[in-house]
């Protein structure tokens, strides 16, 4: 690792693991949480050689800044960032782009600002659930500035790679458009499934693995997931949009006993889980995209 | 286990699964499967004994008869079979109860049959996929008839015991409401989501591991989900309806821009999920449920 010092801000899963991964790599970590518990823990276990008071003074010692607070922590927190002349990076994890990188607009860091979005974590949260190796193998989403300095782009690519992920660069609503599917609308969709299953009287112990699996988000922090899921509120309804069109399709298809229809609309499904996508093919005849094309 | 001899009529994931915990018992094997390799393979690997022929005669050779496969073949093999006066328990291990018990009430072996079925299994299928222990610790939902005999409930609840699993006895209508809910409707949003991804232009690999979970059912096979979900299809779209009911207040949540509705929605499946339930709380005020009570 080419940097000597770093500031991590929040120290929960995600940032709890940069801090970890960049301490095993010799870097000086300075750190802050909002926890009291959670800033003993880092210093106790050597990870954060330096923790910031709550008005981050001394921040600015820190070549990279990274942003690991929830979102509107993060926009607060940039809004108020003067020009941190030694620091060469500054770096946020939050699951939503657009609106981050307006408030990097509003610091005095911009030029040095890209935003970041690992496709990592886990149902647990917390500095306990950090770990090395989280982003071993893991897609980061790498959101630029217009006005970020070409140092700032090498070095956030750089960092990344070195601690085994793989960068993809993407404009910010773009990033925000393709979350909301990818990422957004599974959370959705697993909260709205435990919601019924409790409504039915179901117990979790009742389900099988399938049902496991699919309700495993379910218990994800309901704090962070309103933040992210109404800074993409947009985003996010169509997803939510196109995911209740696929419902009123294949209800349909139910109401009137249509075997032929129904085994298309399973197959569809299971040819683009088995990955004909990557193959060049186009199986999915989505209602959701058709009713976009219409 | 009690029995000297058992056939299992389809030798897939489920099927294959029983006929190696009974072949490592010590149980003679009879099987049967409608693929020819899979019948080779069965005999090659040593768990089936004799192979029936495709009529299945010789079936009445077996003290139990087990039935694991698809729905629509299991209830035509039902209306055919006879008295098969040496056998004791007839049994299946369909995803659906109440048409399979109205099959097993025109069979010869109406006073032995249980429905069975075992909420275990994976998503990948076949005599290959098949193998000792998956039973183990999984709940198996037993449906008698009323005519059947003690002597065979008896033998289903220690048959399924002794394969480690935890039987609950239920009546067939009450099994398939309750189960389209917890198994069938975890396969429809599975499948739902991925065709919105798909319509999305996103690939399986563009997924974090949330995503991954929430669509990892979506591969199962399209021909036998088609039978289970047809074959229950007025609890299924029941089941669908309340999913398309808890997005859209959803979707209104984030459209109203409220945060401490959508926090609460979400809080409702998180709590749900942590297993508050089990504890006699009953935190989830369900969309789904308030419809059913208004």
């Not at 801000?9 to 991964?21: H, K, P």
Request: proline residues 4%; hydrophobic residues 45%; contains cysteine.
């Amino acid at each position: 690792m080419e940097i000597r010092s770093a500031a991590v801000i929040g120290l929960g899963l995600m940032g709890g693991s940069v801090a970890r991964e960049l301490s095993v790599r010799g870097v000086r970590v300075l750190g802050h949480d909002a926890d009291p518990l959670t800033r003993v823990a880092a210093l106790r276990d050597g990870v954060v050689e330096v923790m910031l008071p709550p008005s981050l003074e001394g921040i600015d010692q820190a070549e990279v800044i990274i942003l690991a607070t929830p979102v509107r922590s993060a926009k607060e927190i940039l809004r108020r960032l003067g020009p941190c002349r030694g620091t060469i990076l500054v770096t946020d994890l939050v699951s939503t782009k657009a609106s981050v990188l307006d408030a990097a607009g509003e610091s005095g860091v911009a030029d040095r600002f890209i935003g970041a979005h690992p496709m990592t974590g886990d149902h647990r949260s917390g500095w306990a659930a950090s770990r090395l190796g989280l982003f071993q193998g893991a897609l980061v989403y790498l959101c630029p500035m217009e006005v970020s300095e070409a140092a700032a782009r090498r070095l956030a690519a750089a960092f990344w790679t070195d601690l085994g992920a793989h960068v993809h660069w993407i404009g910010a609503d773009e990033h925000d458009h393709l979350l909301a599917a990818s990422s957004h609308l599974p959370q959705v969709a697993s909260s709205a499934l435990a919601r019924v299953l409790g409504g039915s009287g179901i117990a979790p112990a009742d389900l099988g693995p399938g049902g496991r699996d699919l309700t495993r988000l379910a218990d994800s922090s309901a704090e962070l997931w309103t933040e992210i899921l109404l800074d993409n509120r947009e985003f996010a309804g169509l997803a939510v949009a196109g995911l209740e069109r696929e419902l009123a399709a294949v209800r349909a298809l139910l109401e009137a006993n249509d075997p032929a229809g129904l085994r298309d609309w399973l197959r569809g499904a299971a040819q683009w889980s088995a990955g004909c996508r990557e193959n060049g093919e186009n199986p999915v005849e989505s209602v959701a995209a058709a009713s976009h094309a219409g």
